[in-house]
């Protein structure tokens, strides 16, 4: 069994990333510039948008956080969308979900330029994807497609079994792993809610991404010998005797799975570490295309 | 069995769609106007254009032809393109494909407006149709939905198994009978050129769609009792028995999978009818929201 170590493949990717941008400054070039756009106070999301902001200024990025009080209005927010895909000195931004209520996130989403579009939520990316056309690839599922080419996963002709079908990871994992290249060449079976007998499909499954948010749904004896696991599930269980009162558990029940699996992605530590390293990346290829 | 009778249904949109029209003549509204661009002397194209051009007339629609010839540079369609998205008059249009080798195809059908693109071949209508939002459904799959839709055919928690993955059948196909929706929520195999084994996922199919090209591939044998089938492909067949010395064959055995199904399309007169129908529907759909 082979451990997709997550933190040391994104810890790679980062440091091809500055490696990148020493070249940049080197010949005297202008450095990746990403924004990210926070509106109100939830912890979540601040978290989110610092460890982001912190990773640009690690790799030598420029980076800007547009911080917006939680009253901001739509108009308000549109107009600061605005401002950014017009900034030349921007490459790629982010506004960090969820938005406040009174606010219309696809309305939001649709604003931004599909150019600096780093995240790959805009249709024209995701459209984009899914014709084979050069694109913004949303992080995790770009993360996922990394882990398994520098590991060296064979996917060609394999049957992958996707749980869930997200606009963030199942459905765009479902196109990607079913496209040409490699990764990809899988025939894909995109299960989800409305899947009668999801432990058939698994049990056919050469690789399973799951997707599901279950802690520990997948047991030993749904999948085949040799079966390759990525885990996208993050769930918090209460757990008394650690002392943060929880435990992150994956939707695979890692210890008994991990016995049967040839790949097997752990959680935390998987395709969590891959998310930022992805959106840097895109950063950089904004970075790049630009100056095409 | 049940046969998916695309004429029938064809011909019931095009009433619908001309009720519509005639509503909008009688209170003197503006009626749906499609423009059609053909480059060159392609006789097939020729014949397709044609018949999307007297299709509009019989329902009301206006129409425009723009012919140009096949020596006419990108630079000079992109500009016909350009004139076709700043014309108020013209509510969709479409590029016959193929184009001439000196243009290039993914140029000239970025270039169209996604609000005029009634092919749904633009990433931006892709990638709205694959994020569940309103957007132009390319013709064929949009036409297979309907034939589904208005005879019945349970689509939830099925299994369907497409073959294919191409731009225009198989991924969309893939992506909408995946979908929430009636019909849609089914559980759906994509499976393609690298695909292992074909067989057995056809075997454990309830719908199988098939745009695979070659002529009575799926043989009763393969598939279950009560199969649903859909059959896209269209091969003309040497038959030196019959006056235009070929036949057309579907890529199913339809003789002796029809007496398995519980629904199936037949080859002609199944998918393919549907398919200026639902360019009409979304031309109609253009002229609509543009009056939002």
Do not use: W
């Not at 549109?78 to 969820?98: F, R, S």
């Not at 913004?136 to 990394?146: C, D, K, L, Q």
């Not at 998310?275 to 840097?280: E, G, K, N, R, S």
């Amino acid at each position: 069994m082979t451990l997709l170590d997550g933190k040391q493949v994104s810890n790679d990717i980062k440091e091809e990333i500055k490696a990148e941008v020493d070249k940049m400054i080197s010949k005297g070039e202008r450095v990746p510039h990403l924004a990210a756009v926070l509106v109100g106070e939830d912890g979540a999301s601040l978290t989110y948008v610092g460890s982001k902001v912190r990773a640009c200024e690690r790799i030598g990025f420029d980076s800007t956080l547009v911080k917006l009080p939680a009253s901001t209005s739509e108009a308000d927010l549109l107009k600061t969308v605005e401002g950014l895909n017009n900034n030349d000195a921007i490459d790629g931004y982010i506004v960090q979900l969820p938005l406040p209520k009174h606010i219309d996130e696809q309305k939001v989403l649709l604003a931004v330029d599909p150019d600096k579009d780093v995240d790959g939520f805009h249709p024209t990316n995701f459209g984009r994807m899914a014709l084979d056309m050069e694109s913004f690839i949303p992080a995790t599922p770009y993360g996922i497609i990394e882990l398994l080419r520098r590991n060296n996963v064979d996917t060609q002709g394999k049957h992958t079994v996707v749980i869930g079908r997200s606009h963030i990871v199942g459905r765009p994992m479902s196109i990607l792993m079913s496209q040409k290249g490699n990764p990809g060449n899988s025939t894909v079976t995109l299960t989800h809610s409305r899947t009668q007998n999801l432990e058939a499909y698994l049990r056919e499954a050469d690789i399973v991404i799951s997707a599901l948010g279950v802690p520990e749904f997948v047991k030993a004896d749904m999948v085949k010998d040799g079966v390759v696991i990525i885990d996208v599930g993050i769930t918090r269980v209460p757990d008394a005797s650690h002392p943060k009162g929880y435990v992150i558990k994956g939707d695979v029940a890692f210890d008994e799975v991990s016995k049967k699996a040839s790949f097997i992605t752990p959680v935390p530590g998987g395709v969590g570490p891959m998310t930022i390293a992805m959106l840097l990346k895109n950063t950089l290829l904004a970075r790049e295309r630009r100056s095409n």
